[in-house]
């Protein structure tokens, strides 16, 4: 196929790439294990800057002494950062812990609250991880944009790549309300396996080669024709 890209309708190439994707990923399982709207939100806090599956290793053992606010407010802030402190930034994020906690007690009766402003409003909570819990405890429709969708979205000439902000406005406008939920997560899925940040491969990423950006894909094939000259150069001083 050789980078050329289809001439399909915008409508039609969103289409297209939902088709993919359902077919690739027709089950979305949360990636960060969670029992409850709580531990969610405390597993995605820990998430910034850190792997899933990171997070996966050292939630159990935080959960074990403490799986609900009215617990974690008992630990003191340097308790939570001594468990967390393998998922990087543990003085910010265990302070919000502690204080979102405090504040889910004495504001929210104990329960995490079902709503976009409230959960902004706790300390460390941003609008990610209010979506990421509004979208996954609460099967509420939202877009939670992660670098993965960021970089897709532009690779796929779905946004301009300017900021997450517009990022997730296009993804809204773009994909129906309803598919939303799963979509983020099968772009976050497919981003991993198919369309990295480094080591990029084309022949491996049907959608990008398909439906992706042109200037994108020039550049790509522009570094692989250099790639090749270089190893056909080497090769040939060795022989």
Same mark, same amino acid.
């Given at each position: 196929?050789?980078?050329?890209?289809k001439? +399909?309708?915008?409508?039609? @190439?969103?289409? &297209?790439?939902?088709?993919? $994707?359902?077919?690739?990923?027709?089950?979305?399982?949360?990636?960060?294990?969670?029992?409850?709207?709580?531990? +969610? !939100?405390?597993? =995605? +806090?820990?998430?910034a800057?850190?792997?899933? /599956?990171? =997070?996966?290793?050292?939630?159990p053992?935080?959960? *074990?002494?403490?799986?609900?606010?009215?617990? #974690?407010v008992?630990?003191?802030?340097? /308790?939570?950062?001594?468990?967390?402190?393998?998922?990087? +930034?543990s003085?910010?994020?265990?302070?919000?812990?502690?204080?979102?906690?405090? #504040?889910?007690?004495?504001?929210?009766?104990?329960e =995490?609250?079902?709503?976009f *402003? *409230? $959960? /902004?409003? #706790?300390? *460390?909570?941003?609008?990610?991880?209010?979506?990421?819990? #509004?979208?996954?405890?609460?099967? =509420?429709?939202?877009?939670p944009?992660?670098?993965?969708?960021?970089? !897709?979205?532009?690779r796929?000439?779905?946004?301009?790549?300017?900021?997450?902000?517009?990022?997730?406005?296009? &993804? %809204?406008?773009?994909?129906?309300?309803e598919?939303?939920?799963? !979509?983020?997560?099968?772009i976050?899925f497919?981003?991993?396996?198919?369309?990295?940040?480094?080591?990029?491969?084309?022949?491996?990423?049907?959608?990008?080669? /398909?439906?992706?950006? @042109?200037?994108?894909?020039?550049?790509? !094939?522009?570094?692989?024709?250099?790639?090749? %000259?270089?190893?056909a150069?080497?090769?040939?001083?060795?022989?």
């Amino acid at each position: 196929m050789g980078g050329a890209v289809k001439t +399909l309708t915008k409508k039609e @190439k969103v289409q &297209a790439i939902m088709d993919i $994707l359902d077919e690739l990923y027709p089950e979305v399982p949360v990636p960060l294990d969670h029992k409850d709207p709580y531990t +969610l !939100l405390v597993a =995605v +806090l820990l998430s910034a800057q850190c792997t899933d /599956e990171r =997070v996966n290793q050292i939630t159990p053992k935080l959960f *074990a002494i403490a799986d609900n606010p009215y617990d #974690m407010v008992s630990m003191s802030i340097e /308790e939570i950062q001594n468990i967390i402190r393998p998922c990087g +930034l543990s003085p910010m994020k265990s302070k919000g812990i502690w204080h979102l906690s405090d #504040m889910i007690i004495k504001q929210h009766n104990g329960e =995490v609250p079902k709503d976009f *402003a *409230a $959960l /902004e409003a #706790m300390p *460390a909570v941003g609008h990610k991880t209010a979506s990421v819990v #509004m979208s996954q405890a609460f099967g =509420v429709p939202a877009f939670p944009v992660d670098t993965h969708i960021h970089r !897709l979205m532009y690779r796929w000439g779905l946004s301009n790549g300017k900021s997450v902000e517009q990022t997730e406005r296009d &993804a %809204k406008r773009l994909f129906p309300r309803e598919k939303w939920n799963d !979509l983020h997560l099968q772009i976050i899925f497919y981003g991993r396996e198919y369309c990295p940040a480094r080591g990029f491969s084309l022949d491996r990423c049907v959608i990008t080669r /398909e439906f992706g950006r @042109k200037s994108f894909i020039n550049e790509v !094939l522009k570094e692989k024709e250099k790639k090749d %000259k270089k190893l056909a150069l080497t090769s040939k001083r060795k022989g």
